[in-house]
């Protein structure tokens, strides 16, 4: 255990995690150079897309240090992404230190602050490292100088180092060896294991990813989940190198693999202890905080036909990423789906493509919500997060609305146009101070709601780019909440219903018409689609009708005979409105979701 060190690579978005992993399983000589390509531990291809990482990745070096020494290194790559803190949060769980990675150009940012807080409450041992020192832009005395004013941290301990050109990562491999500790734990007490994470295999069932806390497991053993009391028995077991490396044993301290045949997907729970049959541990370990899901939104196949094949692909996604939360629903439009709680609206989409592409379903998503508590008349107390489920208006005594508080940082120049979205966006008690000359950090309380939709999006382009933005739940306010509903040719769509503040409905109200008008095909008859609260409308526009040209055999003559042949066209179109029902692309649902900007 003396040559084992586990840590992970935390930092803002786009810092140099992945090509810091890349860098380190290069000089380790895990991979040779024909082999080699970009974030090699990014093996979605959402991923590689974006050019995000949204799994935390685990693998394990062999690294032989200057004195001769050979160590194995637990290497956790993780998301930068505020979506996906909770996935760092349990690469951190399993892990004795991290590596705090700050880009030499754009210093400290807002989830840098984050991840360090995350690790501090885990007690992990901290190396600063600041990357890209390699960029023209590049100010590293300056980071350096940051860090140890704002994060208080020692200045021997910060490593300078490129990830891109590999210069001083040597140095970092080194300074993993010697400033972070080794695990604890020991290999004679009862078997204790932590499950971290866990993805299907449709050959092998579940392959869970595990931390070995206390005593040992072998091929051939008996296990049990202490959660639920399940018992299997272990087919095979080993650590992670690019593939799964069997071995036949692993004790105290090491993080590897187990294939046991689960084939029930739901005994798996990330946070949950393994333990040996025969010899059972006293106590489960102290499992992971349970995930606040903060965006609501409906998912429905689009053939009715696919609804179990979705129930099936939300039970294997659920393994894979332990945020996401569903229960059935149903709708008069849509027919029966899942109502799913995401952590934001990044990992939203990541999940509507993950279930698109990994499992071939098509899907419609109701538009997000976020959980409101309603106080009733008679002294009830609701929690909605449905349109569907919005109470009768007179019987409401009061609604609360979640706030956040959002901490931002952006250059100074900034400070104009961010300060004024913010008071768009319903914003209360701003405040701010220069954490560095130029540099802002913008603080301010914001409904949830508010922030989901397209916050984010407009931050970036309003800060071209260098805006930083983080958040955390701060409590529950007083709200003017109104169901918005859409009505096509007189009939509600509950699909495309909104729970909205008060003061945007008619704005939401007007860009949801016209986004509706430009998406719906025409008919033969004229399509009104309104927007209402209640019995009274906000916003209407008009679809017009195609219409053929039935005078265009009248050529000379009374007037009168053009006027009949109209006449009846007219009367003609008026019966088909009455009868006629109309179709809503798929696409009309996503475009009512998307903002102007």
Do not use: W
Request: net charge negative; aromatic share 8%.
């Amino acid at each position: 255990m003396k040559t084992i060190r586990n840590f992970s690579i935390i930092a803002h978005i786009d810092h140099g995690k992945s090509t810091l992993a890349d860098r380190m399983i290069q000089m380790c000589g895990m991979v040779t150079d024909r082999e080699f390509k970009d974030q090699l531990l990014d093996n979605m291809e959402i991923e590689r897309e974006r050019g995000i990482t949204i799994k935390s990745q685990t693998i394990c070096l062999p690294y032989t240090a200057k004195d001769g020494t050979k160590y194995t290194l637990n290497l956790v790559d993780t998301p930068g992404h505020v979506d996906f803190s909770y996935e760092v949060s349990r690469a951190l769980a399993s892990c004795e230190g991290a590596l705090l990675l700050i880009d030499a150009a754009q210093g400290i940012e807002a989830q840098t602050l984050a991840n360090l807080y995350l690790a501090m409450e885990n007690d992990l041992d901290i190396i600063p490292v600041v990357n890209k020192i390699d960029l023209p832009s590049a100010e590293p005395e300056k980071v350096t100088e940051q860090i140890e004013e704002d994060l208080g941290m020692d200045g021997d301990t910060i490593k300078l180092c490129s990830a891109k050109t590999g210069k001083g990562v040597d140095d970092v491999l080194e300074a993993i060896v010697k400033y972070l500790p080794p695990p604890e734990g020991d290999p004679e007490a009862p078997l204790q294991a932590l499950i971290f994470d866990a993805n299907y295999d449709p050959y092998r069932g579940t392959i869970i990813s595990c931390r070995i806390i206390n005593g040992r497991l072998k091929t051939g053993d008996n296990i049990i989940f202490m959660s639920n009391g399940a018992e299997y028995k272990v087919e095979e077991l080993g650590i992670f190198h690019f593939r799964r490396e069997p071995q036949k044993e692993l004790s105290a301290g090491e993080v590897g693999y187990i294939i046991a045949g689960v084939k029930t997907v739901s005994d798996t729970k990330p946070g949950d202890t393994i333990t040996l049959k025969s010899a059972p541990c006293a106590d489960p370990l102290e499992g992971f905080q349970e995930v606040q899901q903060v965006v609501f939104s409906s998912i429905y196949p689009i053939s009715t036909d696919d609804y179990e094949d979705l129930a099936a692909a939300l039970e294997k996604l659920k393994l894979n990423d332990a945020a996401l939360t569903f229960q059935k629903d149903s709708s008069a439009a849509l027919g029966f789906g899942f109502r799913c709680g995401f952590l934001g609206l990044l990992h939203l989409e990541v999940v509507q493509e993950r279930l698109e592409r990994e499992f071939g379903i098509s899907l419609i998503l109701t538009v997000p919500s976020v959980r409101y508590n309603f106080y009733l008349n008679d002294g009830r107390e609701l929690i909605v997060d449905n349109p569907a489920h919005f109470p009768d208006p007179s019987t409401i005594d009061r609604v609360e609305e979640p706030y956040i508080k959002a901490t931002i940082l952006i250059p100074e120049r900034y400070m104009g146009t961010v300060m004024t979205l913010c008071m768009e966006r319903r914003g209360e008690n701003t405040n701010y101070h220069y954490p560095m000359p130029g540099r802002i950090e913008f603080t301010c309380e914001l409904p949830l709601a508010e922030v989901i939709y397209d916050f984010y999006d407009i931050l970036k382009s309003v800060t071209q780019g260098y805006g930083s933005f983080d958040y955390e739940l701060a409590d529950y306010r007083g709200s003017d909440l109104v169901k918005l509903d859409f009505l096509v040719n007189g009939e509600p769509v509950d699909a495309l219903s909104q729970l909205v503040h008060r003061t945007k409905a008619r704005e939401r109200g007007v860009r949801g018409c016209n986004r509706l008008k430009e998406e719906i095909p025409r008919q033969m008859f004229k399509i009104a689609i309104q927007a209402a609260i209640g019995g009274s409308f906000v916003a209407r526009t008009n679809i017009s009708a195609l219409r053929k040209d039935v005078t265009a055999k009248c050529y000379g003559g009374d007037i009168s005979r053009k006027r009949k042949l109209l006449e009846k066209q007219k009367a003609g179109k008026k019966r088909m409105k009455t009868v006629g029902n109309v179709d809503i692309p798929q696409s009309a649902f996503l475009a009512v979701l998307k903002s102007d900007q």
